[in-house]
């Protein structure tokens, strides 16, 4: 495809009507227009729009039904952490029935054979009889490697799920009692990425490919994590990757302890499910970390439901803590029962939390900010199954699983403000997509804002939760889509799509103070197998496909024939390659001088009313929508399908800043010539906007999103 063709796109038809403020065209200068139509009848106004700071869910679910109150919304997880964690997705070694997986794990390192059979939990609700036996000390490291590596070897592994919706053995599709599938056979991960979530200029790489061969993570530099900079990392296999039966786990190496996973956030309240909070069992001898002070259980007494913890290092080191059925709050609030006075960590960070129902401790995170963190030893020593946004802690280095390796860079450049913003989500969990086989769902954005902050920070924070909201449908809905080709239930997605953009527009211009703000956007849906690139204004999505630069967005500016005819046809004009010689894009979000409002009617006269505002139609020598039939910018997005084959390299999405001063086939080339050079997206997508800003000579805001499809070893020359 040349150089700035427009690629075949499906459009959605229809227009939404959205609300000018025509005090602001004054302000702007664009009133000489209507001052020419209209001579001294047109005076400006003031509109005062009030921000609603109502609760947003900023979550997704796994629930096709709409939630229908308040507290089922809170009862969510986050797009950015896993949605399930704890006990469940331990690898236990069993022979029972129950559901059993045959296969061997795979790992980088030599394993060992042992006699001894290891003893370990079954589930949350399961108990050992000797909790409070003070004989039942700390095991050794020695012995929770060699148990550990027993459970791997065992011919017959139970892997456990958390969800209710088990994926099919033989890969077709599981249907309930109403017809509708249960869940389509997820697919067979074939590698996983581990990216850091911070680092140094002494971190060369900063994300990590783990094929089905396993591999370690370690400071030396035959691990496939290889990570020198973090000096508390053992040299080889501190923390190991395994494979099985189409899953990775992760468990401890060679130097067992200092491996933990992230525990998913929950609430305490009545409303929150207590299967949320029952994931992480207090055994005696589990050790976890909040903040800077580790802990460990050291005993249970079941008679009077007392749980024994000792704080192993930070400020409360040696201080043991009895916490009775009344549960304990973790934080840096002296309302706390352990107070640790950490300032890394919330007031109310984390909880421990009795079940009397199970006579079981457990515990929770209470949403902090910074985490709360489970130890990978004792009854949590055998290998834990990842999942998409798990968070882990190896040593002193914190690490994100993902789906796609992808690097993301932005700089103010030349201007005195930033106004550009980026989403990145590995796994939106929409689960009616899951149920149509487009499973996972990747998301991934940039967001150019014009005129301030404030609706590429609003795209930032909402576009993709109403994306997830569009695809929510009751089952009766979802059954006849079972049936339909993928060119149907691409149209179908293209308009859920399409409605999530225009709401999203609506809540942005009815909700803030500063409506005339704008921003494009240039959005990526990776469903299945299938690339859905939504595009509104200039941003880009650009595919390198077998090194070609394959242009997958239209931009959106005014000089455009159609878009150009399309503002005629509403009553507006380009002139200079802007529309009334002000705004650069013909399709925004926002700008609220640009698209035309309803009127309110007047209140009721009565005695008692206040006087109307200056925003009342009647006060009003003209009406907007008498000059313009329409919009003139509109934030219906075009949307291209592109199936994901073996010869994509890799997706990047940039704002303008980048594109005004390199053709889409010299940023390929660039991002592959550096990818192969540094070995690393993330360093490649800092020297591409450092390129655009500093050898190009850009003047505007420079944002770059890089999603990768190959490993960077396997780009071609």
Same mark, same amino acid.
């Given at each position: 495809?040349?150089?700035?063709?427009?690629?075949?796109?499906?459009?959605? #038809?229809?227009?939404?009507?959205? %609300?000018?403020?025509?005090?602001?065209?004054?302000?702007?200068?664009?009133?000489?227009?209507?001052?020419?139509?209209?001579?001294?009848?047109?005076?400006?106004?003031?509109?005062? +729009?009030?921000?609603?700071?109502?609760?947003?869910?900023?979550?997704?679910?796994?629930?096709?039904?709409?939630?229908?109150?308040?507290?089922?919304?809170?009862? !969510?997880?986050?797009?950015?952490?896993?949605?399930? *964690?704890?006990?469940?997705?331990?690898?236990?070694?069993?022979?029972?029935?129950?559901?059993?997986?045959?296969?061997?794990?795979?790992?980088?390192?030599?394993?060992?054979?042992?006699?001894?059979?290891?003893?370990?939990? *079954?589930? /949350?609700?399961?108990?050992?009889?000797?909790?409070?036996?003070?004989? &039942?000390?700390?095991?050794?490291?020695?012995?929770?490697?060699?148990?550990?590596?027993?459970?791997?070897?065992?011919?017959?592994?139970?892997?456990?799920?958390?969800?209710?919706?088990?994926?099919?053995?033989?890969?077709?599709?599981?249907?309930?009692?109403?017809?509708? #599938?249960?869940?389509?056979?997820?697919?067979?991960?074939?590698?996983?990425?581990?990216?850091?979530?911070?680092?140094?200029?002494?971190?060369?790489?900063?994300?990590?490919?783990?094929?089905?061969?396993?591999?370690?993570?370690?400071?030396?530099?035959?691990?496939?994590?290889?990570?020198?900079?973090?000096?508390?990392?053992?040299?080889?296999?501190?923390?190991?990757?395994? %494979?099985?039966?189409?899953?990775?786990?992760?468990?401890?190496?060679?130097?067992?302890?200092?491996?933990?996973?992230?525990?998913?956030?929950?609430?305490?309240?009545?409303?929150?499910?207590?299967?949320?909070?029952?994931?992480? $069992?207090? &055994?005696?001898?589990?050790?976890?970390?909040?903040?800077?002070?580790?802990?460990?259980?050291?005993?249970?007494?079941?008679?009077?439901?007392?749980?024994?913890?000792?704080?192993?290092?930070?400020?409360?080191?040696?201080?043991?803590?009895?916490?009775? #059925?009344?549960?304990?709050?973790?934080?840096?609030?002296?309302?706390?029962?352990?107070?640790?006075?950490?300032?890394?960590?919330? +007031?109310?960070?984390?909880?421990?939390?009795?079940?009397?129902?199970?006579?079981?401790?457990?515990?929770?995170?209470?949403?902090?900010?910074?985490?709360?963190?489970?130890?990978?030893?004792?009854?949590?020593?055998? #290998?834990?199954?990842?999942?998409?946004?798990?968070?882990?802690?190896?040593?002193?280095?914190?690490?994100?699983?993902?789906?796609?390796?992808?690097?993301?860079?932005? &700089?103010?450049?030349?201007?005195?403000?930033?106004?550009?913003?980026?989403?990145?989500? =590995?796994?939106?969990?929409?689960?009616?997509?899951? +149920?149509?086989?487009?499973? /996972?769902?990747?998301?991934?954005?940039?967001?150019?804002?014009?005129?301030?902050?404030?609706?590429?920070?609003?795209?930032?924070?909402?576009?993709?939760?109403?994306?997830?909201?569009?695809?929510?449908?009751?089952?009766?809905?979802?059954?006849?889509?079972?049936?339909?080709? /993928?060119?149907?239930?691409?149209?179908?997605?293209?308009?859920?799509?399409?409605?999530?953009?225009?709401?999203?527009?609506?809540?942005?211009?009815?909700?803030?103070?500063?409506? =005339?703000?704008?921003?494009?956007?240039?959005?990526?849906?990776?469903?299945?197998? %299938?690339?859905?690139?939504?595009?509104?204004?200039?941003?880009?999505?650009?595919?390198?496909?077998?090194?070609?630069?394959?242009?997958?967005?239209?931009?959106?500016?005014?000089?455009? $024939?159609?878009?150009?005819?399309?503002?005629?046809?509403?009553?507006?004009?380009?002139?200079?390659?802007?529309?009334?010689?002000?705004?650069?894009?013909?399709?925004?979000?926002?700008?609220?001088?640009?698209?035309?409002?309803?009127? $309110?009617?007047?209140?009721?006269?009565?005695?008692?009313?206040?006087?109307?505002?200056?925003?009342?139609?009647?006060?009003?020598?003209?009406?907007?929508?008498?000059?313009?039939? @329409?919009?003139?910018?509109?934030?219906?997005?075009?949307?291209?399908?592109?199936?994901?084959?073996?010869?994509?390299?890799?997706?990047?999405?940039?704002?303008?800043?980048?594109?005004?001063?390199?053709?889409?086939?010299?940023?390929?080339?660039?991002?592959?010539?550096?990818?192969?050079?540094? @070995?690393?997206?993330?360093?490649?997508?800092?020297?591409?906007?450092?390129?655009?800003?500093?050898?190009?000579?850009? !003047?505007?805001?420079?944002?770059?999103?890089?999603?990768?499809?190959?490993?960077?070893?396997?780009?071609?020359?």
């Amino acid at each position: 495809m040349s150089e700035g063709q427009d690629v075949q796109t499906l459009k959605m #038809p229809g227009l939404v009507p959205f %609300y000018v403020n025509v005090s602001v065209f004054w302000r702007l200068g664009t009133y000489r227009y209507f001052r020419f139509l209209f001579g001294s009848f047109l005076m400006p106004v003031t509109v005062a +729009r009030k921000h609603d700071d109502h609760d947003r869910r900023r979550s997704s679910t796994l629930r096709l039904e709409p939630l229908q109150s308040e507290n089922a919304r809170k009862a !969510t997880t986050s797009f950015v952490r896993a949605r399930t *964690s704890g006990v469940n997705r331990l690898l236990r070694s069993s022979t029972s029935s129950g559901g059993g997986v045959s296969g061997n794990i795979r790992s980088s390192s030599s394993s060992h054979s042992h006699s001894r059979s290891s003893k370990s939990k *079954s589930g /949350p609700n399961s108990k050992s009889a000797d909790h409070e036996t003070e004989s &039942d000390e700390v095991n050794t490291e020695v012995a929770e490697k060699e148990t550990a590596e027993l459970a791997l070897e065992s011919s017959a592994v139970n892997v456990r799920s958390s969800s209710a919706l088990s994926p099919c053995a033989s890969g077709g599709v599981n249907v309930d009692d109403d017809d509708v #599938p249960s869940f389509f056979a997820e697919q067979i991960w074939t590698h996983v990425v581990l990216k850091m979530t911070a680092f140094s200029e002494e971190d060369a790489v900063t994300s990590f490919v783990f094929d089905t061969a396993g591999g370690g993570i370690g400071s030396s530099a035959d691990n496939v994590a290889s990570i020198p900079a973090d000096k508390l990392l053992g040299a080889k296999d501190h923390a190991r990757i395994l %494979y099985t039966s189409g899953r990775f786990y992760l468990t401890n190496g060679d130097h067992v302890g200092d491996t933990f996973v992230r525990l998913s956030p929950c609430e305490t309240g009545d409303d929150t499910d207590a299967a949320d909070r029952m994931q992480w $069992p207090l &055994d005696p001898h589990v050790s976890f970390r909040v903040g800077k002070s580790d802990f460990v259980v050291t005993a249970f007494h079941e008679p009077s439901q007392t749980l024994e913890v000792s704080a192993l290092s930070g400020k409360l080191a040696g201080t043991q803590f009895a916490i009775g #059925p009344e549960g304990a709050g973790i934080g840096r609030s002296a309302e706390n029962k352990i107070h640790t006075g950490d300032g890394e960590l919330s +007031r109310k960070h984390a909880a421990i939390w009795f079940d009397e129902l199970t006579n079981q401790f457990y515990l929770i995170d209470l949403n902090s900010t910074n985490g709360t963190f489970m130890k990978l030893v004792g009854s949590y020593q055998e #290998p834990y199954r990842l999942e998409i946004g798990d968070d882990l802690l190896i040593a002193q280095t914190c690490l994100t699983v993902n789906r796609f390796d992808f690097g993301a860079h932005a &700089d103010m450049g030349a201007r005195k403000y930033m106004e550009d913003s980026h989403t990145i989500i =590995q796994d939106m969990c929409v689960e009616s997509l899951s +149920r149509l086989g487009l499973h /996972p769902q990747s998301y991934f954005a940039v967001y150019d804002g014009h005129g301030g902050e404030e609706a590429s920070l609003f795209l930032g924070e909402v576009l993709h939760l109403n994306i997830a909201d569009a695809f929510y449908m009751p089952k009766a809905e979802l059954r006849p889509l079972v049936d339909k080709s /993928p060119e149907e239930l691409q149209s179908m997605i293209t308009k859920r799509l399409t409605d999530a953009f225009e709401q999203t527009d609506e809540e942005f211009l009815n909700g803030s103070e500063r409506p =005339q703000a704008g921003s494009t956007a240039t959005t990526v849906l990776v469903a299945g197998n %299938y690339i859905f690139v939504s595009n509104v204004g200039d941003s880009r999505t650009v595919l390198s496909r077998a090194g070609k630069a394959e242009r997958l967005s239209n931009d959106h500016k005014p000089s455009r $024939p159609d878009e150009a005819q399309r503002i005629r046809d509403t009553g507006g004009f380009v002139i200079h390659g802007r529309i009334m010689g002000e705004l650069a894009v013909s399709r925004a979000f926002g700008d609220a001088p640009f698209k035309t409002f309803d009127l $309110p009617e007047p209140p009721a006269e009565d005695v008692d009313s206040k006087p109307r505002s200056d925003y009342d139609s009647q006060e009003l020598p003209i009406n907007p929508n008498d000059i313009l039939k @329409g919009p003139l910018v509109i934030p219906t997005p075009e949307v291209t399908v592109t199936e994901l084959t073996d010869d994509c390299d890799f997706l990047m999405l940039a704002s303008d800043g980048l594109y005004d001063v390199m053709k889409d086939q010299e940023a390929v080339d660039f991002l592959r010539q550096k990818i192969e050079q540094l @070995g690393d997206v993330q360093r490649a997508a800092e020297a591409i906007v450092e390129h655009a800003i500093y050898h190009q000579r850009s !003047t505007d805001n420079v944002t770059c999103v890089v999603v990768m499809f190959k490993e960077p070893k396997k780009l071609e020359s």
